[in-house]
């Protein structure tokens, strides 16, 4: 999952991108309002944590212009406001959720979760392809009985696969979507490494990793779950 958080409090950003990092969420962090809708405007991310009071430009006036780009884009909004007031106005111009400070990170990470099963229409934690099952909240993985120890980068990589079978991923989308813009920028070679890796782990189950030459990759399930 690839999210952008948008928070000008120095600890709480860093609290934040340490928590999602560290179960395999690549996280693009800004501090500024107005930085932020720039990035928007040309980039696609899977959830958005959004602070009300920032430099420059506001959460709230950047959720509006998000949402008057037709983005549906997740919108967790963070504010230290609890009025009722502010709940309704931020819900009513387009965030999903929203938190108030301080709060625990696992309920952060809760809602998150939350907001992309809906989001791909989907009830539980649990993603299957084939007989592969993929634990979100565990960050764990199965092939059958079996269960498979990968890095958490491999967890995030294979999650992205399974999440759409069928669907072609370039080297380029799935760069993006497992290294931040912050990190050193890998190589495509990093991508095959990976994806080398997770066919050898996930040897035997009734999904494959395709190569589809000159375009990508496809996850593509053989049989039923």
């Known amino acids: 999952m ?3 958080l948008v928070e000008d409090t120095r600890d709480v950003g860093e609290a934040i991108v340490e928590h999602f ?7 693009d962090w800004e501090t500024d309002g107005g930085a932020a809708a720039i990035t928007l405007d040309d980039t696609t991310y899977d959830l958005i944590i959004l ?3 920032l430099p420059s430009q506001s959460g709230f ?8 780009s037709g983005s549906t884009t997740p919108v967790v909004m963070l504010t230290a406001r609890s009025e009722v007031e502010d709940r309704v106005s931020a819900l009513d111009i387009g965030a999903d959720d929203y938190l108030v400070k301080p709060f625990d990170f696992r309920e952060l990470e809760a809602r998150a979760r939350a907001l992309l099963r809906r989001r791909h229409g989907e ?7 084939g007989d592969i099952c993929i634990d979100r909240s ?3 993985v199965r092939v059958g009985q079996r269960e498979v120890h990968l890095t958490r980068r491999e967890v995030t990589l294979l999650e992205i696969l399974a999440s759409r079978p069928g669907r072609v991923f370039s080297k380029e989308d799935l760069l993006d979507q497992v290294f931040g813009f912050d990190e ?3 190589s495509f070679n990093a991508v095959e490494l990976y994806i080398g890796r997770l066919r050898k782990k996930l040897h035997g189950a009734r999904a494959e990793i395709v190569t589809v030459r000159g375009f990508g990759y496809q996850m593509v399930p ?4």
């Open 222 to 225: 053989h049989g039923p779950s």
């Open 138 to 140: 565990a960050r764990a």
């Open 21 to 27: 990092a560290r179960i395999g969420h690549v996280v």
């Open 123 to 129: 009830a539980t934690n649990l993603l299957e392809c």
């Open 61 to 68: 006036s950047i959720l509006q212009r998000l949402r008057a």
């Open 184 to 186: 050193e920028a890998p």
């Open 51 to 53: 602070d009300v009071m």
């Open 2 to 4: 690839r999210i952008f």
